[in-house]
T-cell receptor, first 115, second 113 residues
């Protein structure tokens, strides 16, 4: 069965420093991978996705993610963190059910960026 | 604004009440979803509708009853809930296909007393 793992419950970063939020996946077939962000009391917002092609994917708000097939990872990165990036981040994968698969989410990683 | 609207944003209900959550999407998508988000737990997929047909029911108790009258509207009818059902209920929609991302509403914060 398809699954994603986010090994860190929380990541703490100083403003201006680079950030990485980790995600590993387990899929059969081609992986379709997604990152979402959730601010307090809000729904999830789509950041970026990997479908095929270039392993480095660029998304919203300056975020990017690197697909690594050999390590089955899809880590989220940003070169310079902002305090406003503090939020809950979810990695997701499409599973193999039905004609389109369902989005299966990791448990989330809380990112805290301090001034 | 993601194009997916959920109402109400907050709901407090007693265990004997009947209430409904509403979701509407203005994106022309043909798949809609209900997720449950509880504290310290992963998002749980509850129901999936494709072209108004229910294609997934992840062992959800019958006190939760979904309804999808058309591809733009999705309801979650609630009846005799338990306090442990208190959570953020998220609706999402997507275009058909594995390559597509889902767009989420802002959620309904449900408290069962």
């Amino acid at each position: 069965a398809q699954s994603v793992a986010q090994p860190e419950d929380q990541v703490n970063v100083a403003e201006g420093n680079p950030l990485t939020v980790k995600c590993t996946y387990s899929v059969s077939g081609n992986p379709y991978l997604f990152w979402y962000v959730q601010y307090p009391n809000r729904g999830l917002q789509f950041l970026l996705k990997y479908i095929t092609g270039d392993n480095l994917v660029k998304g919203s708000y300056g975020f990017e993610a690197e697909f690594n097939k050999s390590q089955t990872s899809f880590h989220l990165k940003k070169p310079s963190a902002l305090v406003s990036d503090s939020a809950l981040y979810f990695c997701a994968v499409r599973d193999g059910s039905g004609s389109q698969g369902n989005l299966i989410f990791g448990k989330g990683t809380k990112l805290s960026v301090k001034p | 604004e993601t194009g997916v609207t959920q109402t109400p944003r907050h709901l407090v209900m007693g265990m004997t009440n009947k209430k409904s959550l509403k979701c509407e999407q203005h994106l022309g998508h043909n798949a809609m979803y209900w997720y449950k988000q509880s504290a310290k737990k992963p998002l749980e997929l509850m129901f999936v509708y494709n072209f108004k047909e229910q294609t997934e029911n992840n062992s959800v108790p019958s006190r939760f009853s979904p309804e999808c009258p058309n591809s733009s509207h999705l309801f979650l009818h609630l009846h005799t809930l338990q306090p442990e059902d208190s959570a953020l209920y998220l609706c999402a929609s997507s275009q058909e296909g594995r390559r597509t991302e889902a767009f989420f509403g802002q959620g309904t914060r449900l408290t069962v007393v």
